[in-house]
């Protein structure tokens, strides 16, 4: 079986607007089912919120299609949980049900960019009781790294394949 | 010479994939439309395609987003076609590289911090 991890909304997004970095070769690794993601509905509606806000969409030129593409990659490769969103480990909610997403996925990685947050009192030691690590995505990366290779490989081959095009039509 | 395209690649290989490109000729038969009006969505901009020396080539990932764009019920289109991608992630970071958008993970974390507490604080209220 997969390893479960749970990706944090902010790891989905930067992994959207930072296609060479840590978080996007997750996606990679996710799509080799090098681990399996563990998502929640109200995770995944953060995640296509923050990609809709306009300072992102216009900022990063973030097209309604690539929302779509990532919400398809969790589905396909994620597995979903339901949550009850009454679980108050923390001061903020929505690191609440980021934890009982974690919790009810037997997820054994929570992985964000805000660690400080899920490092720190009750969601703190409630995690580390339940066996959920909590990684930054370039430590979580180095896991799986070794069996990412060939899809980087695969990534990189592509881009530089529509990268040529796009010089060649100017 | 629409039909010699297409035995060209192979019926079986011939599909509409996202990460192929397509000369005008298998443009024509994938749409089921005349060469006159493929070459006229190219020349009206409605469908982006590459020039390589004389010739006009067409990416499927475009060809996906025209069919969505220009469907009845675009969402459900788009939906439904990209439950055929074979490699979405890759696809995915493909067309970010390839727009240029591209930014230092550090900056892309911050940025995706920042809009994920706004939509926290927006729903707070």
């Excluded at chain 2, 490109?21 to 901009?45: D, H, M």
Aim: glycine share 4%.
């Amino acid at each position: 079986m997969a390893t479960r991890a749970v990706l944090d909304a902010d790891v989905w997004v930067a992994a959207l607007l930072s296609p060479s970095g840590a978080s996007a070769e997750l996606l990679l690794a996710l799509e080799d089912r090098q681990f399996q993601a563990v998502w929640s509905a109200p995770l995944l509606r953060e995640v296509e919120e923050a990609l809709r806000d306009p300072k992102i969409r216009e900022r990063y030129h973030v097209r309604l299609l690539e929302v779509r593409l990532l919400v398809e990659i969790a589905a396909r490769y994620g597995r979903e949980v339901t949550i009850t969103g009454r679980t108050s480990l923390s001061d903020d909610p929505g690191d609440d049900k980021i934890i009982e997403t974690a919790l009810r996925g037997k997820a054994r990685y929570l992985v964000s960019f805000n660690v400080r947050h899920f490092s720190r009192g009750r969601a703190a030691s409630h995690l580390s009781r339940s066996g959920v690590a909590v990684l930054f995505p370039a430590q979580f990366l180095r896991i799986v790294r070794p069996l990412v290779e060939p899809a980087r490989r695969r990534a990189g081959k592509l881009a530089t394949r529509l990268v040529n095009l796009r010089g060649k039509g100017r | 010479m629409a039909r010699a395209a297409v035995e060209r690649r192979g019926t079986a290989a011939f599909e509409l994939t996202p990460t192929a490109v397509y000369s005008i000729a298998e443009v024509q038969v994938l749409l089921n439309v005349s060469r006159k009006t493929v070459v006229r969505l190219i020349e009206e901009k409605r469908l982006p395609a590459s020039r390589v020396g004389r010739q006009y080539r067409v990416p499927g990932a475009c060809l996906l987003e025209f069919l969505a764009r220009s469907s009845s019920d675009p969402e459900r289109t788009e939906e439904a076609l990209l439950r055929y991608i074979p490699t979405p992630a890759a696809l995915l970071l493909s067309l970010r590289q390839a727009v240029g958008a591209a930014v230092p993970e550090a900056q892309a974390a911050r940025a995706a911090r920042a809009a994920v507490t706004r939509v926290r604080s927006r729903r707070r209220k």
